[in-house]
């Protein structure tokens, strides 16, 4: 059975890191593309960071996480990886992974075929 559970939020002051995984059973994410996603309250599902497939070394990163956020895999563990630096308060949201049935990588929600349940992230002091 395919899944996606996701592990590592929490609270953290702002400043401050984690580091999300997104681990898969069921199948392969090695040729696919990964993406986290996140849900603040009130707002709607907006894509965070992209993974491409085969090409894992080409990701994509929405403008609000530039240079803070970095995605990453290890293959061998089938897990996706999102280490989150210098968190801040607008960061607070639940955080999903989720795999694309393509290579290519999409901001669309609807472009995603199978996700995580989700784990929630809090920055504040």
């Known amino acids: 059975q395919l899944q996606l559970v996701e592990s590592g939020g929490g609270l953290v002051q702002p400043g401050g890191s984690l580091r999300l995984s997104c681990a898969a059973s069921?199948?392969?994410?090695?040729?696919?593309?990964i993406g986290w996603f996140r849900q603040a309250p009130g707002k709607e599902r907006a894509g965070v960071s992209c993974?491409?497939?085969?090409?894992?070394?080409?990701?994509d990163y929405a403008d609000s996480v530039t240079g803070r956020f970095t995605i990453s895999r290890d293959t061998a563990k089938n897990t996706v990886y999102l280490q989150m630096n210098n968190l801040k308060p607008e960061d607070t949201a639940v955080y999903y992974c989720?795999?694309?049935?393509?290579?290519?990588?999409?901001?669309?929600?609807?472009?995603?075929?199978?996700w995580g349940q989700g784990i929630q992230v809090t920055v504040s002091s």
């Open positions: 993974s491409l497939g085969f090409q894992h070394s080409n990701r």
């Open positions: 069921g199948f392969s994410l090695k040729n696919y593309a």
């Open positions: 989720a795999v694309r049935d393509h290579y290519a990588c999409s901001g669309h929600v609807s472009d995603y075929h199978y």
